[in-house]
């Protein structure tokens, strides 16, 4: 039964879902739909639930489907299928607005005679013992 849902759900752009049905002796078009939520169900479980719509949908695309965004969307609300959303990101450093910036020793000119000569760089990733 598997593998008639399964041709049903690569073949229903050309030939339509009620035809396909019918000529396969699948007795309840429903099952058809099923089918394909059930391959949403396990694309989204695959990636451990973070897949929202928008990659299901490609995700789907990549793999021979022909459907719309609003569908996946739909079959995920009708299911209670729900995407992670990623955590926020913190800066790392905040500055301290109270302290004076720290002083333009080369004057923004980079360019040196010989090797050695100019030595820039930045420090504030590096862990202090103030905190």
Request: proline share 5%.
């Amino acid at each position: 039964m598997i593998h008639r849902y399964r041709l049903i759900s690569e073949h229903h752009g050309v030939y339509g879902v009620a035809r396909l049905c019918r000529v396969l002796a699948v007795k309840r078009r429903q099952g058809c739909y099923e089918w394909r939520a059930a391959e949403i169900r396990g694309i989204h479980g695959e990636h451990r639930g973070s897949y929202g719509s928008p990659r299901l949908t490609d995700e789907l695309r990549r793999l021979g489907r022909r459907i719309n965004r609003k569908r996946v969307e739909r079959i995920m609300r009708q299911r209670g299928i729900v995407g992670i959303a990623g955590r926020r990101r913190r800066p790392l450093t905040m500055p301290d607005g109270a302290a004076a910036p720290a002083p333009d020793l080369v004057g923004r000119d980079f360019t040196a005679q010989a090797p050695g000569q100019r030595l820039v760089g930045d420090i504030t990733y590096l862990p202090a013992g103030e905190g």
